[in-house]
């Protein structure tokens, strides 16, 4: 059995859902109301691979949004996520995936301190941030989309927005390694880590945000931002390919220009319909077959019987470890996300 931890965008998509799930009495409560709900397992699924082979997993929502952090009530979100790990625990899952800012907060509060929840004691093997499969799924949308999009990849820059990140560098990993675009751009706040990272890879330039966007033909969007960044359509090449993988979005609102592309960045369509209801919430064009690559890792993980983390820790990402989960995404019948995005999977 496999497990999801999710999370809403933010506090009117939690009461919207809240509603057409029929838990009335979370559909009309403010932000101090989601601070207080406990995790809910709210789906059971049930998924085929091409193989032939059927599994099935929960969905759990961790009752976490994204403004907690904007405003500041950091005990909330940890409780939050430590919670629902544990509510997968006590179901007896044996792989989840941390989904969205779950494995950000679990990171950043050093939450592998607190793994005594009440009276389960957490077992971070049964757990993955499904990471290793966003970095690849994302590396995929770089390179395929590049040729669907009428861009030479090898005379091309890429910026990566969160390049330090966790799937930022191994999506700065795989590029280097693997895609050899003419400049690699990165984009991050902190200026050392961008620095280590330039030298780990051996390349890269490492530019402010608005400079890096106006001199790439292909962005990729992985920063860890609880609210979308406004971006103005004019300041791009054409054509510029955008892939905006944040949870919540990166870029804020639909850009609207010929020529440029917008991908929903770290997300597959499976080959056959998945028994779920939990993707009609978020404003995919296939629900029964679109979804985040960090939850289809559990589930690539469960068809294999490898129950364990394999994605943990932050910028362990090798592209052994992308080639290994791409061919199992491959083998199970995952492809990336190539067709332009209407609104992105947000409400
Ligand atoms: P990390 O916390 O590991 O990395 C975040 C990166 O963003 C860092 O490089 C950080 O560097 C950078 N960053 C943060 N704020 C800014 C800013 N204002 N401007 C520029 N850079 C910034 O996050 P992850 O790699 O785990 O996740 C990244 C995103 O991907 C999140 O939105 C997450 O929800 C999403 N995600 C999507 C998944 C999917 O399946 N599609 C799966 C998992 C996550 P610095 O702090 O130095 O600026």
Known sequence: ?????????????????????????????????????????????????????????????????????????????????????????????????????????????????????????????????GNTHTAYILSQQVEQGAARYGIDLHRATVAVVGATGDIGSG????????????????????YERLERLQQELGSGTILPVEEALSRADIVVWVASLNQGMAIDPATLRTPCLLIDGGYPKNMAGALQRPGVYVLDGGMVEHSLDIDWKIMSFLNVPNPARQFFACFAESMLLEFEGLHFNFSWGRNYITVE?????????????????????GAGSEP
């Not at 990993?173 to 984009?187: D, M």
């Open 1 to 129: 059995m496999f497990g999801l931890i999710g999370h809403l965008t933010n506090l009117s998509h939690a009461q919207r859902v809240a509603r057409d799930l029929g838990y009335d009495e979370y559909a009309c409560q403010d932000l101090e109301f989601w601070c207080m709900a406990p995790p809910q397992a709210v789906d059971e699924i049930t998924i085929t691979s091409v193989t032939g082979q059927v599994i099935h997993g929960q969905y759990v929502e961790s009752c976490f949004l994204p403004e907690m952090l904007a405003q500041g009530k950091f005990k909330t979100a940890m409780r939050k996520v430590l919670n629902a790990m544990a509510l997968v625990q006590k179901r007896g899952i044996d792989i989840t995936a941390l989904g969205g800012f779950s494995s950000i907060i679990f990171e950043n509060f050093s939450l592998e301190k607190l793994l005594n929840v009440r009276d389960i004691t957490l077992d971070i093997r049964r757990f993955t941030t």
């Open 171 to 190: 999506v700065c990993r795989w590029l280097t390694r693997h895609s050899g675009p003419k400049e690699l751009l990165l984009v991050a706040r902190d």
């Open 321 to 341: 470890k992308m080639e290994q989960i791409g061919s199992l995404s491959r083998k199970h019948g995952f492809r990336p996300l190539l067709e332009i995005s």
